[in-house]
Nanobody, 117 residues
Framework: QVQLVESGGGLVQPGDSLRLSCAAS????????SGWFRQAPGKEREFVAT????????DYADSAKGRFTIARDNAKNTVNLQMNSLKPEDAAVYYC??????????WGQGTQVTVSS
């Protein structure tokens, strides 16, 4: 089974950057499509970015386009999310997940991102 651990969250000010990392144990990330999701208080969990097994196909939520970058680091068996120009509305718990048979089956515990001045 896949075990996922997110890291890199923290408290930042608007306009700052933050890099989240999702480390996998067990099967390699290259075996699965991967993604980042977030959930803010009072909001439903929402898609942020996904990346295919090969890393070729990448999708972003409209809110993330132009500011966030998802990438694989196969040597370290991680999937990272670089977040730039952070806004208060980006504050949420960020989760990484991997997909099997079209379902987001495995999830990490989440890492808190707070954006406040």
């Amino acid at each position: 089974q896949v075990q996922l651990v997110e890291s890199g969250g923290g408290l930042v000010q608007p306009g700052d950057s933050l890099r989240l990392s999702c480390a996998a144990s067990g099967p390699a990330f290259t075996n699965y499509a991967s993604g980042w999701f977030r959930q803010a208080p009072g909001k439903e969990r929402e898609f942020v970015a996904t990346i295919s097994k090969s890393g070729v196909i990448i999708d972003y939520a409209d809110s993330a386009k132009g500011r966030f970058t998802i990438a694989r680091d196969n040597a370290k068996n991680t999937v990272n999310l670089q977040m730039n120009s952070l806004k208060p509305e980006d504050a949420a718990v960020y989760y990484c997940a991997v997909s099997t048979m079209g379902s987001w089956r495995y999830w990490g515990q989440g890492t808190q991102v707070t954006v406040s001045s």
